[in-house]
């Protein structure tokens, strides 16, 4: 799909998002000959108004937006651009240039720490332990943080219950790390079956 960059003098609205989160980090603007090299690189490249020059988000700080797929909105008059990114994106050292409440989706967020753990493992990190025992006693964790939900909701606080349902979602996400397998995955078959 072409983009109408003639429509807006020359300059489109970008809105970054996290794949992973879904959180919006920032809005930018670029050129035609920005949005080029953003496609050529697969790393985000606006055209800065004060400095009235391209401008590689990260050039100076490192915290690269590495392009994860490009959507044109109905008009051709905005781009939307899913991003991963590589540290803070706000000039401040904020995750997002937005201030609103911090991540509404943390499962996302967790389910993407825990892949960096499995990357760059990190000494006394509690995933690469559990790692270490390999898929039976991580897929044990499971069952047993299981159980443990199923007694605190019959038989104990809600706080329990919170706490248990906690550390089953995360020994779960790091059972699906295990197996190669991801949330998306996950979510894709339940809206298959919701169907």
Same mark, same amino acid.
């Given at each position: 799909?072409?983009?109408?960059?003639?429509?807006?003098?020359?300059?489109?609205?970008?809105?970054?998002?996290?794949?992973?989160?879904?959180?919006?980090?920032?809005?930018?603007?670029?050129?035609?000959?920005?949005?080029?090299?953003?496609?050529?690189?697969?790393?985000?490249?606006?055209?800065?108004?004060?400095?009235?020059?391209?401008?590689?988000?990260?050039?100076?700080?490192?915290?690269?937006?590495?392009?994860?797929?490009?959507?044109?909105?109905?008009?051709?008059?905005?781009? !939307?651009?899913?991003? $991963?990114?590589? #540290?803070?994106?706000?000039? +401040?050292? @904020?995750?997002?240039?937005?201030?609103?409440?911090?991540?509404?989706?943390?499962?996302?967020?967790?389910?993407?720490?825990?892949?960096?753990?499995?990357?760059?493992?990190?000494?006394?990190?509690?995933?690469?332990?559990?790692?270490?025992?390999?898929?039976?006693?991580?897929?044990?964790?499971?069952?047993?943080?299981?159980?443990?939900?199923?007694?605190?909701?019959?038989?104990?606080?809600?706080?329990?219950?919170?706490?248990?349902?906690?550390?089953?979602?995360?020994?779960? !996400?790091?059972?699906? $790390?295990?197996? #190669?397998?991801?949330?998306? +995955?996950? @979510?894709?078959?339940?809206?298959?079956?919701?169907?």
């Amino acid at each position: 799909m072409e983009i109408d960059f003639d429509k807006t003098d020359g300059l489109v609205p970008v809105v970054i998002q996290d794949v992973q989160t879904l959180e919006v980090l920032m809005l930018g603007y670029m050129n035609a000959e920005a949005y080029q090299k953003t496609i050529k690189e697969n790393i985000v490249t606006f055209f800065s108004r004060s400095k009235n020059r391209l401008w590689t988000k990260g050039e100076t700080s490192g915290n690269f937006l590495h392009v994860k797929s490009v959507h044109i909105d109905c008009d051709k008059d905005t781009i !939307l651009i899913m991003v $991963r990114p590589q #540290g803070a994106t706000c000039h +401040t050292g @904020a995750r997002s240039c937005f201030d609103t409440a911090y991540n509404q989706n943390f499962i996302l967020e967790l389910e993407n720490i825990i892949r960096n753990r499995y990357e760059d493992p990190q000494e006394g990190s509690y995933v690469n332990k559990l790692r270490n025992k390999g898929l039976n006693k991580i897929a044990q964790k499971v069952g047993e943080e299981a159980v443990e939900t199923v007694i605190a909701a019959l038989a104990e606080t809600e706080t329990d219950m919170i706490n248990e349902s906690s550390d089953l979602v995360f020994h779960l !996400l790091v059972l699906l $790390r295990e197996k #190669g397998l991801s949330l998306e +995955t996950i @979510a894709k078959n339940l809206e298959a079956r919701h169907k």
